[in-house]
């Protein structure tokens, strides 16, 4: 069973431009989590859709945006790109109902 | 925010000696669980308590929950130079919001 996959895997920006990251959720999962991740400050929640809906967003800016779509693959969407929005951003998937998150092995974003 | 946060932040220790992990919380909690990251990829679940759950254990890992002082702990046996990585512990509060919320994250040196 593949697993939850992200890409891409490396992405390299400049300040104002916009980035898109890509996630595909374990099949039959529903729900995906977004997280950034930068270095030092842990993890950051920041998006959850569920059924193409988002449930929950974090404590970041409107310039941070993204989708579900209906086979439940999901978009982050990062406009306006500052030095500070460099991290490893991790995208994790649940089934209906469970607790426990998969996550994929995330796609760093370097903002010069 | 933080919800969890890992104490002591960076332990190291050598081959066959036990590690133990502490989190501390803020607000009632549905579940914990833990975690481990491996140089920056994607985290893998370890173990999860429920919040009417003391104690539990998987292979070489103990977790204890003491839901009076909103704290954890992860005990990790006779551990191995593999077991290098990050851990970190994140709580599912009580109220629905189904939202993970991670703590900054404890590194763990196992020397050979």
């Known amino acids: 069973e593949a697993g939850v996959t992200q890409s891409p895997t490396h992405l390299i920006k400049t300040r104002g431009q916009q980035a898109t990251l890509r996630c595909s959720p374990i099949?039959?999962?529903?729900?995906v989590y977004w997280y950034q991740q930068a270095l030092g400050l842990g993890l950051q929640f920041l998006l959850w859709?569920?059924?193409?809906?988002?449930?929950n967003r974090g404590n970041f800016p409107p310039r941070f945006s993204g989708r579900q779509f209906p086979n439940y693959s999901s978009e982050l969407n990062v406009n306006a790109l500052e030095l500070e929005d460099s991290a490893l951003y991790l995208c994790a998937s649940r089934l209906s109902g469970a607790n426990v998150l998969t996550f994929g092995a995330g796609s760093r974003l370097t903002v010069l | 925010s933080q919800q969890g946060e890992e104490d002591p932040q960076a332990l190291s220790i050598q081959e066959g000696e036990n590690a133990t992990m502490n989190c501390s919380y803020k607000?009632?909690?549905?579940?914990l669980q833990w975690y481990r990251q491996n140089s920056g990829r994607g985290l893998v679940h370890l173990i999860l308590?429920?919040?009417?759950?003391r104690e539990k254990h998987s292979g070489r890992l103990r977790v204890t929950l003491d839901t009076s002082k909103k704290s954890s702990s992860l005990l990790i046996t006779a551990s191995r130079a593999a077991d290098t990585a990050s851990y970190f512990c994140?709580?599912?509060?009580?109220?629905?919001?189904?939202?993970?919320?991670f703590g900054k994250g404890m590194k763990l040196t196992v020397n050979p």
């Open positions: 994140a709580t599912v509060s009580q109220g629905g919001s189904e939202k993970l919320v």
């Open positions: 607000t009632s909690i549905n579940n």
């Open positions: 308590i429920r919040s009417n759950e």
């Open positions: 099949s039959g999962h529903t729900s």
């Open positions: 859709y569920d059924e193409g809906e988002e449930r």
